[in-house]
């Protein structure tokens, strides 16, 4: 049982560039979302999904993209990188009725 | 929507001593509130949560208090160690919504 997994650990953008952050998890849960962490700023929700095919925007949600084919993946598009978009990113999961939420090791992107 | 606040952002107390970060809310159909310790580079993890339907959660030296009423949570650390020291962040969900988090709290534990 792996948990919540993220690939890259580490990524290095040039503006403009596009990209997907990836996002796995095999407990089966119905929620996923994905968070932004910058500096002081605690974690901010970018977008969320409560079942495949099913996903909303959360409170940063304008430059990224989701979709959610199945249960376990969730992906995050950036679609044209802005320096703005310099920030650590979470992913997370929670199984609906119990809500405690599990977090991927995260993802640290810089645009340059 | 949501928010949620969070005090104080910085704390610094003697190994030993006790540590309390306390959280507030706004939506009162929030009814889950966990709280996370997010070690320097790492993931969040949590490490205690509280209903709404319960007052007071104990585990070991960690303790959660719930005032429903006055809308607001607090986490209660005892006999703090060096290992403590970390930012905890405070949360409010509630089913249909979404977890929103506060701005997190920096505890130093000082030897």
């Known amino acids: 049982n792996a948990g919540v997994t993220q690939t890259p650990k580490f990524q290095v953008l040039k503006t403009g560039q596009s990209m997907t952050l990836q996002c796995a998890q095999d407990m089966n849960h119905e929620y996923m979302s994905w968070y932004r962490q910058d500096p002081g700023m605690g974690l901010r929700l970018i977008h969320y999904?409560?079942?495949?095919?099913?996903?909303d925007q959360g409170e940063v949600p304008n430059g990224y993209n989701v979709s959610r084919s199945t249960t376990e993946d969730f992906p995050l598009r950036l679609l044209s990188a802005a320096p703005s978009q310099t920030s650590v990113y979470f992913c997370?999961?929670?199984?609906?009725?119990?809500?405690?939420?599990?977090f991927g090791p995260g993802t640290r992107l810089t645009v340059l | 929507g949501e928010n949620v606040e969070q005090h104080p952002s910085t704390l610094s107390v003697q190994e030993g001593d006790s540590a309390v970060i306390k959280c507030t809310y706004s939506?009162?159909?929030?009814?889950?509130f966990p709280w996370y310790k997010q070690e320097l580079g790492k993931r969040p993890q949590l490490i205690i949560d509280?209903?709404?339907?319960?007052g007071e959660k104990k585990d070991q030296r960690i303790a959660v208090t719930l005032n429903k009423t006055a809308k607001h949570f607090s986490l209660h650390i005892t006999e703090t160690q060096p290992e403590d020291s970390a930012v905890y962040f405070c949360a409010a969900y509630n089913y249909g919504q979404n977890f929103v988090f506060g701005p997190g709290t920096r505890l130093s534990v000082l030897p």
């Open positions: 997370a999961s929670s199984q609906v009725g119990t809500d405690t939420q599990y």
């Open positions: 939506d009162s159909a929030s009814n889950y």
């Open positions: 999904s409560v079942g495949a095919g099913i996903t």
């Open positions: 509280i209903r709404s339907n319960v």
